[in-house]
């Protein structure tokens, strides 16, 4: 399922960038063009309506003027028709005129709204989709660098920027566009000389205001950041106030904060400074400007220029396009933060993926084999972002069908890492693997995955009930297996303690079950998997002495006829394995059976040793830190 790209990451997994109002900008709509393309002539339609809602704008702005001057001096001629066939003069008729175009004009809005609503709607469901869909088929190391949360902003707050940019933006660029079009081409019908003068004084009042508007939010922004900051002060103060008080530290932590709260008087002072600044700038030039267009336009009026309705109508339009004009820099504004939503929800979209299949999981068929075989052949692994450290060097091993063997080594020797690698989590950087003699890469990746299950150590738990947790592993499971599953883990007796039994809510990545609980939820989805490979990744870290034994059995009988990894510390974990590999610094130091490992008086027979006598881990002690 490759795309036809692989987009620039983002390896800080950093806020959504915002797009520039550059062609480069305007052509990510050529990007989403194939979600919008089932709707074009619904969305073309919405287009037409809001040009026609311009336009009733500017002649409702148009009526109002002409009401307001046949109210004043009703036996001033008009210096122009008025484009509707009415009696300029005749106030009711103006009146009912008005309210008829209002009418007509809220229900294109009504129209427009809802049918623009609907086909975004429409689009916004298949690009969450697709987003979704790209972003759990990405391969593990595109997780390594990014935060979780910055992953569900793509789903989350950049698809609703470009619902907004479809919905709201777009419409509201055009409508803007005709007001300010049209409004100037009226205003030069009324006076030429006052439309170039409104044109050289208050637009570009109002965007100095505005640009110093944005100079004094980034003002504002900076205090609350400097405020923030001496918060922190004080919460980390107060968290560790036994530290504070033991290495008497009082004093450091009042000049620390000393010197935050001098930064937020200073920043908020020079704040009140330019907003002070910016106050007389209004009354100077926002009102000098209207003062000034006033005054030339009651000059004209006197001088018989302009028509009562001529002047009238001309201060209502300027106020319409002034105010179009100010609000065309928030829509650019918010069109760059929908260019940037669609560029990152599209870069995710087109990254290349894994291979997976999405179909739905085929009915379960008994396997003829009970077991695959995994072939290391010379496998090395470093991550992408450290390609100095090998995590894995010259690593050859067979885990042959219906064996078992166990890894042992010390924290970053390269355990899970070389489990990682049968999942395909992560691909060798050199050698060859082999699983059922077929190269890792010629695998159909979904049906190869369906065959194993994996116990991690650190268990994650979806926050739905118990049974959908074990059900997992195997959907199609009839309630009796589910129950079996549950024994077999030795958590059927925690669960039928529950009031809910099955039915019971783990919550939030598993938080109300313990972590022996959870790790048992964790097995029991595993035997219900009834896989042919099995990863037990230390599946009994969080079990204490009597619930492992007890369920060191079991696990027994889960890994008779298939193959099995199991990564562990424990002697009593491993020592019942076929094979063990003693791994250290991503290498494989020695292999063999238990007895065969004693009897060679090596690193195993040292841990051995240290264990019995409840000694440390000299595999730990020994490991390369370094090495994950």
Do not use: C
Not at 21 to 37: K, S, T, V
Not at 63 to 72: A, E, K, M, N
Not at 400 to 421: D, F, I, P, Q
């Amino acid at each position: 399922m490759a795309r036809r790209r692989t987009p620039p990451t983002d390896p800080n997994g950093d806020p959504p960038r915002k797009g520039k109002l550059n062609r480069e900008g305007f052509l990510q709509f050529g990007r989403i063009a194939p979600y919008l393309r089932p709707h074009r002539i619904k969305f073309a339609f919405g287009i037409v309506l809001i040009t026609l809602s311009g336009v009733l704008t500017l002649l409702v702005t148009r009526l109002w003027g002409q009401l307001g001057g046949v109210g004043v001096d009703p036996a001033s001629p008009s210096g122009f028709d008025l484009p509707l066939p009415i009696d300029g003069s005749d106030l009711k008729q103006i009146g009912l005129a008005i309210f008829a175009v209002l009418v007509l004009q809220s229900a294109l809005s009504f129209i427009r709204l809802w049918l623009f609503g609907e086909i975004t709607t429409r689009m916004l469901k298949a690009l969450r989709m697709d987003a979704f869909a790209s972003m759990i088929t990405q391969k593990m190391d595109f997780f390594d660098s990014r935060r979780v949360g910055d992953l569900g902003s793509r789903i989350a707050a950049d698809i609703e920027a470009i619902r907004d940019t479809f919905t709201t933006v777009l419409a509201e660029l055009v409508r803007q566009s005709i007001i300010i079009g049209g409004g100037l081409l009226a205003l030069m019908t009324f006076s030429w000389k006052l439309t170039f003068l409104m044109l050289g004084t208050l637009p570009v009042a109002m965007l100095a205001a505005m640009g110093f508007g944005r100079f004094i939010r980034k003002l504002s922004k900076k205090t609350q950041g400097a405020v923030a900051e001496s918060n922190t002060i004080v919460s980390e103060t107060l968290t560790g106030i036994v530290s504070v008080k033991a290495f008497a530290r009082e004093a450091f932590e009042m000049a620390r904060y000393r010197e935050r709260v001098e930064e937020v008087r200073g920043i908020a002072l020079r704040t009140a400074l330019w907003r002070g600044a910016f106050a007389s700038f209004i009354i100077i030039m926002i009102f000098g400007a209207i003062t000034l267009v006033l005054f030339q336009g009651a000059s004209m009026l006197q001088s018989g220029e302009l028509t009562s309705e001529q002047f009238f109508s001309f201060l209502l339009m300027t106020g319409l396009v002034a105010g179009s004009i100010g609000g065309i820099a928030n829509i650019f504004g918010e069109l760059q933060r929908g260019f940037g939503a669609i560029e990152e929800v599209m870069d995710l979209i087109e990254r290349d993926r894994e291979a997976v299949d999405l179909t739905p999981e085929p009915e379960r068929v008994q396997a003829t084999t009970r077991g695959l075989s995994v072939q290391f052949n010379n496998i090395g692994y470093h991550y992408p972002n450290r390609p100095d450290v090998e995590v894995l060097a010259g690593i050859n091993l067979e885990v042959r069908a219906g064996e078992t063997l166990a890894l042992v080594g010390g924290s970053g020797a390269g355990k899970s890492t070389l489990a990682s690698l049968i999942t395909a989590f992560r691909t060798p950087t050199s050698g060859e693997l082999l699983v059922d003699g077929v190269p890792l890469e010629k695998q159909e990746l979904t049906a190869m995955r369906r065959r194993m299950a994996l116990v991690p150590q650190e268990v994650i738990l979806f926050g739905g009930t118990i049974e959908e947790n074990i059900r997992y592993g195997r959907p199609d499971a009839s309630q009796e297996d589910v129950r079996q599953a549950a024994s077999d883990a030795l958590a059927l007796a925690f669960i039928e303690d529950f009031p809910e039994g099955f039915s019971t809510l783990v919550g939030e990545r598993g938080i109300q079950l313990s972590g022996g609980q959870r790790q048992r939820i964790a097995l029991a989805r595993a035997f219900l998997r009834d896989p042919e490979l099995l990863l037990l990744d230390e599946a009994t870290s969080a079990l204490d002495a009597v619930s492992e034994k007890a369920i060191q059995s079991a696990l027994e009988r889960l890994m008779q006829n298939r193959t099995s990894l199991v990564i562990a510390h424990r002697l009593s974990t491993v020592r019942s394995a076929d094979r063990i590999a003693v791994l250290e610094a991503g290498q494989i130091v020695e292999l063999g059976s238990h007895s065969e490992l004693m009897n060679q008086g090596g690193r195993y027979q040292e841990l051995v040793a240290h264990q019995l006598d409840g000694g440390k881990d000299p595999l730990a002690e020994h490991s390369d830190l370094n090495a994950t």
